[in-house]
């Protein structure tokens, strides 16, 4: 079946460092990854959404400056968290899909502490 | 704009009662629309989907009817049980690959 395994599972990292975080698609290609955080309040905020062969495009509020994403194949993608602050803070969720209007698959995410 | 709206934030009800979980959507485009469960620190996991062809999906005994005159996509079940605890998310999808998360109804099912 199709997994996607997201590590490290959690992260704790000082206010101003940056951590790195990666996700991989299992059993499926991986056309479409978006990045997600997840809020205490559990709400989804897209970060930016990466499809091959295409730009790699931000939402508003985020930035490639700020979260710069790699997605250099049909399995893995990665992004950073540069200069991390407290509002920075969250459950990182990375969402893969293979074809368009397809089911979306998630990993469990990566929760970011900063101290 | 797109958006996706889910009006309860926590619906709290005993077990073998049925479920309604209100899902309402604004889309420039005609839209696909999802269900997603997630349980205690798991990922989301598709529930459902819509169908281009008006039939009504179902799966695990929830089942969603999408009304495109009410732009509503209402996930329901006929009885409640105490595993179907967890957070549910309305998703709206367009071919561009974006995908519009409402804010989650928190289910909690109590015996």
């Known amino acids: 079946g199709a997994l996607v395994y997201q590590y490290p599972r959690r992260t704790i990292c000082k206010s101003g460092t940056s951590m790195r975080m990666e996700c991989q698609a299992v059993?499926?290609?991986?056309?479409?990854v978006a990045w997600y955080r997840q809020s205490p309040q559990k709400t989804f905020e897209l970060i930016a959404l990466s499809t091959v062969n295409s730009a790699i495009k931000y939402e508003q509020n985020f930035t490639q400056e700020k979260f710069p994403i790699s997605h250099p194949n049909l399995s893995f993608s990665s992004m950073t968290v540069l200069n991390a602050y407290l509002e920075d803070r969250g459950l990182y969720l990375c969402?893969?899909?293979?074809?368009?209007?397809?089911?979306?698959?998630f990993g469990k995410g990566t929760r970011l502490t900063v101290v | 704009g797109d958006s996706v709206t889910q009006t309860e934030g926590l619906v709290t009800l005993t077990e073998g009662l049925p479920v309604m979980l209100n899902c309402t959507y604004q889309s420039t485009y005609s839209p696909f629309l999802f269900w997603y469960v997630q349980h205690l620190n798991e990922a989301p996991k598709l529930l459902l989907k819509s169908f281009t062809d008006n039939k009504r999906p179902e799966h695990q005994g929830f089942h969603a009817t999408l009304h495109k005159s009410s732009s509503s996509f209402h996930l329901q079940k006929s009885s409640a049980q105490l595993s179907d605890s967890a957070l549910y998310y309305c998703?709206?999808?367009?071919?561009?690959?974006?995908?519009?998360f409402g804010d989650g109804t928190q289910l909690v099912v109590k015996p």
């Open positions: 969402g893969a899909r293979g074809q368009e209007n397809t089911e979306v698959f």
């Open positions: 059993g499926f290609q991986a056309t479409s």
């Open positions: 998703a709206l999808s367009y071919s561009n690959n974006r995908i519009f």
